[in-house]
């Protein structure tokens, strides 16, 4: 599997990217957002209440940082909103299963609960999901970008036939077009005769 793979901008497969980059993106920054608006403790291990998730100073600068870094990632779109829906979705599924360990412990610094752990794991998989989609699959579309960077070849030889259908298509379309115009009847000028006096029987 290459991550690396090109992607036309403009391709259907950006805007899923791009939607997903930014919704997590937003919805981190609104929750970091409110965090500071609190004004918590930064390494609180109890952590306040917000939005029904258990935070505190560090988590709420953590989350505008990843929500800051997603949106722009979904300005600019294509393989790089993928690559980050990937990393993010694959850290947020860490980050549960560590912290997941450290609750009720005094190294549990960003303050963790069990909502926290279930958001970080549906989260997580909801933007690796976004990440991997149209990427990474056994059946991939033909016309798939990802799909063609990976098999060049055969793509080429798909592409050189569409071309030779739609071109012989095209020529059938022209020829039976040529058959259907009638052709301009031919104009005859009128017979010029000449009489020849010396040819005419000459009266006595």
């Known amino acids: 599997m290459k991550l690396s793979d090109e992607m036309?901008?403009?391709?259907?497969?950006?805007?899923?990217?791009?939607?997903g980059a930014g919704f997590t993106g937003m919805v981190l920054l609104v929750f970091g957002a409110l965090g500071f608006a609190d004004q918590l403790t930064f390494f609180d291990t109890s952590g306040d209440r917000v939005a029904g998730l258990s935070t505190n100073g560090a988590l709420s600068t953590?989350?505008?940082?990843?929500?800051?870094?997603l949106i722009a990632g979904a300005v600019i779109g294509g393989n790089l909103a993928s690559t980050l829906n990937i990393m993010v979705g694959a850290s947020f599924i860490l980050s549960g299963f560590v912290n997941l360990g450290l609750i009720g412990r005094d190294a549990n610094i960003l303050a963790f609960r069990m909502p926290n752990v279930i958001f970080s794991f549906c989260v997580g998989l909801m933007v690796l999901t976004f990440g991997l989609y149209g990427r990474v699959s056994g059946n991939l579309p033909h016309d798939n970008p990802y799909w063609r960077s990976r098999h060049p070849e055969q793509a080429a030889r798909e592409d050189a036939t569409r071309e030779a259908i739609a071109s012989g298509r095209a020529s059938g379309a022209v020829a039976a077009a040529a058959a259907r115009t009638p052709m301009p009847a031919a104009v005859h000028g009128p017979v010029a005769t000449t009489d020849d006096p010396g040819a005419r029987p000459g009266s006595e």
């Open 8 to 19: 036309p901008v403009d391709h259907r497969l950006a805007y899923v990217y791009r939607f």
């Open 62 to 69: 953590i989350s505008v940082v990843v929500g800051a870094i």
